[in-house]
């Protein structure tokens, strides 16, 4: 038999100690409230997908980095595209899903500087996966290859550039009341593991891909 109370009135829902009791907390303090939408429950699809666009976009550089002979080049960029394409495909899915469960419940778009950053950095990311796109598959669109290729360096820079972006989102991120509330995320375990990361990637730059001697 439930323990659960039920109004016969109002069919108001009274939680008691059993089903309804979390792990940590009080008897209700993990259940969804009566006359509230499934919208309002804790939600992580977002930071999931995000999570797996910044993944993808580093293996994305990684794999690319080391190539130096033409056919090394050909076939790792063709990778790097495919991961990169991937990745703006999984952010996107990631910015659908918080603006919907925004509007379902009425909430306030674009306010805290995560949300801001956040912004900034999916246009970044989809602007950098075009242009990198047009340079190597539709290099005419720039005029010849050649001049395509006078813009490579610019693209690796700023794909150095918004990736750092990308961590900054993230270590914003645990300063929203949603991490705060729900997965309670902490700043400096995001800033180790992006530094982490970074020691990784930056090293292996190589300073004649970047145009300089």
Do not use: C
Not at 75 to 81: F, I, L, R, S
Request: net charge positive; charged share 10%; glycine share 8%.
């Amino acid at each position: 038999m439930s323990s659960a109370t039920v109004n016969s009135e109002d069919n108001s829902y009274a939680p008691s100690r059993g089903e309804d009791e979390p792990l940590l907390g009080r008897a209700g303090d993990a259940s969804q409230q009566e006359g509230k939408g499934i919208q309002y429950n804790p939600f992580i699809g977002t930071a999931l997908l995000n999570s797996a666009g910044i993944l993808l976009t580093t293996q994305a550089i990684l794999v690319l980095q080391p190539t130096h002979t033409p056919r090394q080049k050909k076939q790792g960029t063709n990778v790097h595209a495919a991961l990169n394409i991937t990745s703006v495909l999984s952010l996107i899915a990631g910015l659908i899903i918080i603006e919907y469960n925004k509007i379902s419940h009425g909430g306030i778009h674009f306010a805290s500087p995560h949300a801001i950053l956040g912004l900034i950095t999916y246009i970044f990311f989809i602007v950098q996966a075009l242009i990198g796109i047009a340079q190597y598959y539709l290099p005419n669109l720039f005029g010849s290859i050649d001049n395509a290729k006078s813009f490579y360096k610019y693209h690796r820079m700023t794909g150095y550039v918004i990736l750092i972006l990308a961590f900054a989102t993230v270590a914003a991120a645990t300063q929203t009341d949603f991490n705060k509330n729900v997965l309670h995320i902490k700043l400096w375990a995001v800033i180790v593991a992006s530094l982490i990361t970074l020691i990784g990637v930056l090293p292996r730059i190589k300073k004649q891909k970047l145009g300089m001697s």
